[in-house]
């Protein structure tokens, strides 16, 4: 198993950047791909962005394309996410989360049925 746990999550202005990092134990997170995902209250959790295993491939949803990057250190077992050019409707619950699937090294799944392993979140809150 691993274990995931969100930072980095905080009040900010629109326009102004945030970095969430993601950090896991348990298991190196070679074997995995990543994703981020958010919530917000009334929404259903959406997709926002994942990476291989190797970090070679990438995927973003259409609303944050161009604004956050994806990141990850698998020799120091940490996911990031960085996001500039914020919008109040970027305000959410960010999570993190890891699968398990054993097949394709350049996997960036989107769906949130696709991921074995979560964790509790971070909030960011997006001022207008």
């Known amino acids: 198993q691993v274990q995931l746990v969100e930072s980095g999550g905080r009040l900010v202005q629109a326009g102004g950047s945030l970095r969430l990092s993601c950090a896991a134990s348990?298991?190196?997170?070679?074997?995995?791909?990543m994703g981020w995902f958010r919530q917000s209250p009334g929404k259903e959790r959406e997709f926002v962005a994942a990476?291989?295993?190797?970090?070679?491939?990438?995927l973003y949803a259409d609303s944050v394309k161009g604004r956050f990057t994806i990141s990850r250190d698998n020799a120091k077992n940490l996911v990031y996410l960085q996001m500039n050019s914020l919008k109040p409707e970027d305000t959410a619950v960010y999570s993190c989360?890891?699968?398990?699937?054993?097949?394709?090294?350049?996997?960036?799944?989107?769906?949130?049925?696709?991921?074995?392993?979560w964790g509790q979140g971070t909030q960011v809150t997006v001022s207008s």
């Open positions: 989360a890891a699968d398990d699937y054993g097949g394709s090294p350049y996997s960036t799944p989107a769906s949130p049925a696709s991921y074995d392993y």
């Open positions: 348990g298991r190196p997170i070679t074997n995995y791909a």
């Open positions: 990476i291989s295993r190797g970090g070679i491939r990438t």
